[in-house]
């Protein structure tokens, strides 16, 4: 509160004599509306006159409209010493906001100086970091040109020894490859004519080899020839066996669904249609469609009732009866 006082010393003076002011207004609270009254006698004098009603009512009405004027005049100077209040409260209440305000101001200022100051010095500490840097670096540079300088002159003395020793190995390369050549060609003749003879006799096992599996072929060829008239013989004779056999159970199976059959009314002569069976071993009926229908669907459906009545359908009992799991007839009961 003080400091807000020292910081804003006119403002602080301006509210106390506001302040001053009302309290000696409402402690002296002056009506200055209210009409000097003369002051009484104490003689009391008694005069008689003669009253005149009209005038007496006409009297008392004035009275009356200057006790509603003074009464309206004390209300309006309420009203307006109010107003006066209520304008000095808002005034003082809008100083203290300005005084906060200024405050609030004056502290984001100092705590902007002081971001200022803050980033000046790790500025400038960064200037000094770069200065330390740079001069390192610089000293680096120099140590590595020198060491530089150090390496280039040893990689040129041990390059010239390089060179040195390569030539007295390359003398010595040189002698050892005419050697090798020498030697590497006699072992070529030497293998070059131990090949020739391996060639030779590879050549001859070859042929001989080949007149072997020749003969062998050739028993191989014939006795599968053999083998397969055998066979194809064989597969002939199984697959009429198989035709024969198959031919018999399609047949004893039209026959005992014939024997089944109930003939219906309105089915007439001369119909005939194609079903498709599907069977289970020992012949168990599982199912049972019209593929080609007779045109009568009474007759249709008679038909595929014989089929279920003659369950079981007889079937070959050995791998013949893969064939009858799914079979396929024309049912004609006027044959």
Same mark, same amino acid.
Request: aromatic content about 4%; proline content about 2%; charged content about 40%.
């Given at each position: 509160?003080?400091?807000?006082?020292?910081?804003?010393?006119?403002?602080?003076?301006?509210?106390?004599?506001?302040?001053?002011?009302?309290?000696?207004?409402?402690?002296?609270?002056?009506?200055?509306?209210?009409?000097?009254?003369?002051?009484?006698?104490?003689?009391?004098?008694?005069?008689?006159?003669?009253?005149?009603?009209?005038?007496?009512?006409?009297?008392?009405?004035?009275?009356?409209?200057?006790?509603?004027?003074?009464?309206?005049?004390?209300?309006?100077?309420?009203?307006?010493?109010?107003?006066?209040?209520?304008?000095?409260?808002?005034?003082?209440?809008?100083?203290?906001?300005?005084?906060?305000?200024?405050?609030?101001?004056? $502290?984001? =200022? +100092?705590?902007?100086?002081?971001?200022?100051? &803050? %980033?000046? !010095?790790?500025? /400038?500490?960064? #200037? *000094?970091? @770069?200065?330390?840097?740079?001069?390192?670096?610089?000293?680096?540079?120099?140590?590595?040109?020198?060491?530089?300088?150090?390496?280039?002159?040893?990689?040129?003395?041990?390059?010239?020894?390089?060179?040195?020793?390569?030539?007295?190995?390359?003398?010595?390369?040189?002698?050892?490859?005419?050697?090798?050549?020498?030697?590497?060609?006699?072992?070529?003749?030497?293998? $070059?004519? =131990? +090949?020739?003879?391996?060639?030779?006799?590879? &050549? %001859?096992? !070859?042929?001989? /080899?080949?007149? #072997? *599996?020749? @003969?062998?072929?050739?028993?191989?060829?014939?006795?599968?020839?053999?083998?397969?008239?055998?066979?194809?013989?064989?597969?002939?004779?199984?697959?009429?066996?198989?035709?024969?056999?198959?031919?018999?159970?399609?047949?004893?199976?039209?026959?005992?669904?014939?024997?089944?059959?109930?003939?219906?009314?309105?089915?007439?002569?001369?119909?005939?249609?194609?079903?498709?069976?599907?069977?289970?071993?020992?012949?168990?009926?599982?199912?049972?469609?019209?593929?080609?229908?007779?045109?009568?669907?009474?007759?249709?459906?008679?038909?595929?009732?014989?089929?279920?009545?003659?369950?079981?359908?007889?079937?070959?009992?050995?791998?013949?009866?893969?064939?009858?799991?799914?079979?396929?007839?024309?049912?004609?009961?006027?044959?």
């Amino acid at each position: 509160m003080f400091q807000i006082i020292r910081d804003n010393p006119k403002a602080a003076a301006k509210a106390l004599l506001m302040h001053l002011a009302i309290i000696v207004f409402l402690i002296v609270g002056v009506d200055w509306l209210e009409t000097p009254k003369p002051v009484e006698s104490g003689v009391e004098v008694v005069q008689a006159h003669m009253v005149d009603q009209a005038l007496v009512t006409a009297e008392l009405e004035k009275m009356q409209q200057a006790e509603t004027q003074r009464m309206a005049a004390e209300a309006a100077a309420r009203e307006q010493q109010e107003q006066q209040l209520e304008k000095i409260k808002n005034q003082q209440q809008d100083e203290r906001k300005r005084l906060e305000e200024l405050q609030q101001q004056r $502290r984001i =200022e +100092e705590k902007n100086r002081a971001a200022d100051a &803050e %980033k000046q !010095r790790q500025i /400038e500490q960064q #200037r *000094k970091l @770069e200065e330390q840097r740079l001069a390192d670096a610089r000293a680096k540079r120099l140590e590595e040109e020198e060491q530089r300088k150090k390496l280039e002159a040893t990689a040129l003395a041990e390059q010239k020894k390089r060179e040195a020793e390569k030539s007295a190995l390359a003398a010595e390369q040189k002698k050892r490859a005419a050697e090798e050549e020498k030697r590497r060609r006699a072992e070529e003749e030497k293998k $070059r004519k =131990e +090949e020739a003879a391996r060639k030779a006799e590879q &050549e %001859k096992k !070859r042929k001989e /080899e080949a007149a #072997r *599996k020749a @003969e062998e072929e050739a028993r191989r060829k014939a006795e599968a020839a053999r083998k397969a008239r055998e066979a194809e013989l064989e597969s002939a004779m199984q697959a009429e066996h198989n035709a024969r056999v198959r031919d018999r159970f399609m047949l004893q199976i039209q026959q005992k669904v014939i024997a089944n059959w109930v003939r219906l009314d309105g089915t007439g002569d001369g119909l005939k249609c194609k079903l498709r069976v599907r069977l289970a071993k020992g012949g168990s009926v599982l199912a049972v469609s019209v593929i080609e229908s007779s045109g009568s669907g009474t007759f249709d459906r008679s038909a595929e009732a014989a089929v279920y009545k003659a369950d079981p359908l007889p079937v070959p009992e050995d791998d013949l009866f893969e064939q009858f799991r799914d079979i396929i007839f024309v049912f004609d009961p006027n044959r």
